[in-house]
T-cell receptor, first 114, second 116 residues
Framework: KAGVTQTPRYLIKTRGQQVTLSCSPI?????VSWYQQTPGQGLQFLFE???????NKGNFPGRFSGRQFSNSRSEMNVSTLELGDSALYLC?????????????FGQGTRLTVV | AQTVTQSQPEMSVQEAETVTLSCTYD???????LFWYKQPPSRQMILVIR??????QNATENRFSVNFQKAAKSFSLKISDSQLGDAAMYFC?????????????FGKGTLLTVNP
């Protein structure tokens, strides 16, 4: 079956702009999480969605937001981009929200803010 | 708060030899799981191995095994007979929550180089 698909793979944006990233989870998976990966901070949790509701949120400013649709596809949006938002954004999906459940990751979206 | 620490930013190993990557963690949970994820240059994270905390037996997946020391809160990954394809970033991860605060907490990662 198809894996987690993230689009686009690469993005270059200018400071002050906004951006929307997309994630299509594995079919049947209802939990979608987003992570920001940078060389300095490593992998940091952004938020998690389950059944179209945000269930958990990491320590990021309100410029970072997301949503999940009825087909479990998810988008995240970053408004008023800053240089520090340059990162690899990873999406992960899992069947359920249990700690023993494997999270499957996409290949990520590389965002560069100039 | 749950934390995960990987103290080795980089490691290298000769092809066919064995390497051990270290991970320590802290959690207030009595029952939990631990994961090792591999991130190759293609960027897609892949689960390598998982360990259930209440199981005393160390998990093994082919050439990958763990040394889980619950009292010491240590969870190291051993790669035997290293292959060129093992070259990647390796992340130790602790899943937390399951209710309202489900997420994965990652260590900073260890970059493994495999020399031919």
């Amino acid at each position: 079956k198809a894996g987690v698909t993230q689009t686009p793979r690469y993005l270059i944006k200018t400071r002050g702009q906004q951006v929307t990233l997309s994630c299509s989870p594995i079919s049947g998976h209802r939990s979608v999480s987003w992570y920001q990966q940078t060389p300095g901070q490593g992998l940091q949790f952004l938020f998690e969605y389950f059944s179209e509701t945000q269930r958990n949120k990491g320590n990021f400013p309100g410029r970072f937001s997301g949503r999940q649709f009825s087909n479990s596809r998810s988008e995240m949006n970053v408004s008023t981009l800053e240089l520090g938002d340059s990162a690899l954004y990873l999406c992960a999906s899992s069947l359920v929200r249990n700690v023993n459940t494997e999270a499957f990751f996409g290949q990520g979206t590389r965002l560069t803010v100039v | 708060a749950q934390t995960v620490t990987q103290s080795q930013p980089e490691m290298s190993v000769q092809e066919a030899e064995t390497v051990t990557l270290s991970c320590t963690y802290d959690t207030s949970e009595s029952d939990y799981y631990l994961f090792w994820y591999k991130q190759p240059p293609s960027r897609q994270m892949i689960l390598v191995i998982r360990q259930e905390a209440y199981k005393q037996q160390n998990a093994t997946e082919n050439r990958f095994s763990v040394n889980f020391q619950k009292a010491a809160k240590s969870f190291s990954l051993k790669i035997s007979d290293s292959q060129l394809g093992d070259a990647a970033m390796y992340f130790c991860a602790l899943p937390v929550g399951g209710g309202s605060n489900y997420k994965l907490t990652f260590g900073k990662g260890t970059l493994l180089t495999v020399n031919p």
